[in-house]
């Protein structure tokens, strides 16, 4: 008999957005080749990828990329980023040479990342062909955080083995990489939830009863924030607003309830809601705009990512912006009522998963 074909998935553990950018393609992967045996290789929590991930086959703990160091969900730590940077490059050739090695002995056939470059650059000297797969890399990421005081060396390195993948596929909406030249842009890339709105109004009413209030989930995208939602709006049109929100913030407001406490997994909550409050982050938009919720987003204009995300989400959706500060007081009546007045809206399909499972699938050689 022919052995499976194997496939290794690098995934970043900077927030859940890149586990919810690549398991919809890797769960068509295995729609079209259903022998596929799948590896991830990871830092995320492996409820949290068995979740995402249809079949699993193998999981390794690695912290080959933790993205940037943040303070938290609107801030970026440079300093300690780039020591985290320098630490990964000590020894860097025989980093790469002892992963091709695991490669070949696992016989590793394709490897897909989102978005480590190690695992991507151990691929090229196994002779894998790779994948990477996401809205940004972090070699840009890096260059526009330090600045003057570029590392050149290790910033060098991140685009060369970003440049060696057979493609770095861009979904819609990415990022501008202007010093790669293997991009081949795809349309986005999510797993639309299914909306389950009386299933979660009956849930909310059970923990308070109010009449007909509006769905509002909250959410920052997998890295902590703390929010007390203590001056927030209650109501709109004589309808209470009710708040879907991480634990630690669910005690702050009378009207909010943790959302391991609805039952519903993230992208049915997100299908199911009136509208999302959250940052500028792929997952979030990507997931709302295949469910056509309105988005209520906060500034995030440091992060380079950010153009890409809002001018596409802009165009597509009905969403509104408002700043940090206003988050925080719950200065935002105007921008909610307009989006609860607006309602969803068409929804976006997630193209990408088929066109990037079709590339990819491509590569595996027959045996």
């Known amino acids: ?5 194997h496939l290794l998935v690098a995934i ?3 927030g859940f957005g890149h586990l919810s950018q690549v398991a919809p393609v890797v769960n068509r992967l295995h729609a079209l080749i259903p022998q596929l045996k799948i590896t991830i290789r990871a830092a995320l929590p492996e409820a949290q990828l068995q979740s995402r991930i249809h079949h699993l086959d193998n999981v390794q703990y690695a912290t080959d990329d933790f993205g940037m160091v943040m303070n938290h969900a609107f801030s970026v730590d440079t300093e300690a980023s780039l020591a985290r940077y320098q630490g990964l490059h000590q020894d860097w050739d025989d980093k790469v040479n002892a992963l091709a090695q695991q490669f070949i002995d696992s016989q590793v056939d394709v490897v897909l990342a989102d978005v480590p470059y190690l695992p991507i650059a151990a691929a090229q000297i196994a002779g894998i062909p790779s994948v990477a797969l996401c809205s940004l890399n972090w070699a840009d990421i890096l260059s526009h955080y330090v600045g003057l005081e570029k590392p050149q060396a290790i910033i060098d390195t991140m685009y060369t083995a970003y440049q060696s993948a057979r493609y770095f596929l861009q979904p819609a909406p990415s990022m501008d990489m202007p010093r790669l030249n293997n991009q081949r842009t795809i349309g986005p890339c999510c797993a639309p939830g299914v909306a389950q709105k009386q299933t979660l109004m009956s849930t909310v009413l059970q923990h308070k009863n109010l009449n007909n209030p509006w769905l509002i989930l909250v959410g920052m995208g997998g890295i902590p924030f703390e929010l007390s939602l ?8 004589g309808r209470p607003l009710y708040y879907l929100v991480s634990p630690s913030s669910a005690n702050t407001h009378p009207n909010a309830l943790s959302v391991e406490a609805t039952g519903l997994s993230y992208a049915d909550l997100v299908a199911s809601v009136d509208v999302i409050i959250t940052k500028p982050g792929y997952g979030m938009f990507a997931e709302a705009a295949a469910a056509g919720v309105p ?3 906060t500034a995030r ?3 380079p ?3 890409a ?3 596409w989400l802009q165009s597509k959706a009905h969403c509104a912006q408002i700043t940090t500060d206003a988050l925080r007081a719950g200065a935002f009546e105007q921008e909610l009522s307009q989006l609860l007045t607006q309602g969803l809206y068409t929804p976006v399909a997630p193209t990408g998963n088929d066109e990037a499972a079709a590339l990819i699938g491509a590569l ?4």
């Open 1 to 5: 008999m022919p052995r499976s074909h």
């Open 12 to 14: 970043s553990s900077h």
């Open 230 to 237: 203590k001056h927030w709006p209650t109501q709109h049109q």
């Open 295 to 297: 988005v209520l987003f």
């Open 301 to 303: 204009n440091e992060w």
């Open 305 to 307: 990512e950010t153009e």
């Open 309 to 311: 995300l809002v001018t």
């Open 364 to 367: 595996f050689t027959r045996h």
